[in-house]
T-cell receptor, first 114, second 113 residues
Framework: AQSVTQLDSHVSVSEGTPVLLRCNYS??????LFWYVQHPNKGLQLLLK??????LVKGINGFEAEFKKSETSFHLTKPSAHMSDAAEYFC????????????FGRGTSLIVHP | NAGVTQTPKFQVLKTGQSMTLQCAQD?????MYWYRQDPGMGLRLIYY???????DKGEVPNGYNVSRLNKREFSLRLESAAPSQTSVYFC????????????FGSGTRLTVV
């Protein structure tokens, strides 16, 4: 069985400061992990994905995430927040060798202050 | 622009009415999905089609039916709408079934009164 927990429902940062969105997962198989972003009234867009290659994954718009097996974490980071980063972010886990049906986290709302 | 197109974008139904949500993709993807999004719940899978000619239930299939009309199109039908089906519905597609990233449509906001 698989599950994903986004540890913060809301994260508030100032423009130009670092962003950290936290995600923990559990999986009976080797996991594939994804981060998606959803801007208001839009569909979800894939930011980045981990599928058992390099543990540090770089995505679009300056985001990156590190897969840490020992901590069962896949936190999303960005060195410097921009106003346009304000959105909802979803962490997703899918089991390689399992059903491949992904499980979505409940989302973290990123608020960026000027 | 290439991607996933959903129609309609907004719909209000009365309890008991039926409707079909349409979805089409032009990326030659093999797998397609229907999700619903409710506040604080993330996305939940309703039905999916791993490949043309196949459909399977997801996490919350009750009250819905689907049709994979061809490789491009995957429709979702509500036979007798209920207020509990008020939600935002997203269609998505992926190149193959498996750990590939999804491309999402822009959503259909459905209200059942």
């Amino acid at each position: 069985a698989q599950s994903v927990t986004q540890l913060d429902s809301h994260v508030s940062v100032s423009e130009g400061t670092p962003v950290l969105l936290r995600c923990n997962y559990s999986s009976s198989y080797s996991p594939s992990l994804f981060w998606y972003v959803q801007h208001p009234n839009k569909g979800l867009q894939l930011l980045l994905k981990y599928t058992s290659a390099a543990t540090l994954v770089k995505g679009i718009n300056g985001f990156e995430a590190e897969f840490k097996k020992s901590e069962t974490s896949f936190h999303l980071t960005k060195p410097s927040a921009h106003m346009s980063d304000a959105a909802e972010y979803f962490c997703v886990v899918s089991e390689t060798g399992g059903s491949y049906i992904p499980t979505f986290g409940r989302g973290t709302s990123l608020i960026v202050h000027p | 622009n290439a991607g996933v197109t959903q129609t309609p974008k907004f719909q209000v139904l009365k309890t008991g009415q039926s409707m079909t949500l349409q979805c089409a993709q032009d990326m030659n993807h093999n797998s397609m999905y229907w999700y619903r999004q409710d506040p604080g719940m993330g996305l939940r899978l309703i039905y999916y089609s791993a490949s043309e000619g196949t459909t399977d239930k997801g996490e919350v299939p009750n009250g819905y039916n689907v049709s994979r009309l061809n490789k491009r199109e995957f429709s979702l039908r509500l036979e007798s709408a209920a207020p509990s089906q008020t939600s935002v519905y997203f269609c998505a597609s992926s190149l193959f079934w498996g750990n590939y990233g999804y491309t999402f449509g822009s959503g259909t906001r459905l209200t059942v009164v």
